[in-house]
């Protein structure tokens, strides 16, 4: 078995999530930057974007970060069917043997690969 380095076993186990922190989340947290979450995007407006509920945020950028979705099934099941994604083993992090889980492995009796 090789070895994994402490990065790349942090990538495996928290399912990619490696923040690299240059100083925006103090900004955050200070008020430099406002944050919006929770009510879907309307429209862009000359100073900002309307919110579905009318609320503005005023606004010289707007950044969208939509999400991620970490389980992989939700994806396949559009090719597959949910049936089947519903019976993926799952996809990253360290199995009992201490290989990455589902990396170039079968994720599914039938030999259904992931890359």
């Given amino acids: 078995m090789v070895a994994i380095s402490e990065a790349l076993r942090t990538m495996c ?19 430099d930057i406002n944050v919006k979450s929770g009510i879907p995007a309307k429209r ?3 100073g900002g974007l309307l919110f579905a509920d009318d609320s503005e945020l005023k606004a010289d950028v707007n950044v969208l970060a939509t999400g ?14 949910k049936e089947i994604a519903s019976q993926l083993g799952d996809f990253w992090g360290v199995d009992s043997q201490g290989d990455l ?7 599914y009796p039938e030999g259904i690969f992931v890359p």
């Fill in 101 to 107: 889980r589902g990396v170039m492995k079968p994720v």
């Fill in 68 to 81: 991620y979705d970490h389980d992989y099934r939700n994806q396949v099941s559009t090719l597959v069917g």
């Fill in 13 to 31: 186990l928290g399912g990619g999530n490696l923040n690299k922190d240059v100083g925006t989340s103090a900004r955050i947290a200070n008020g």
């Fill in 44 to 46: 862009y407006t000359r």
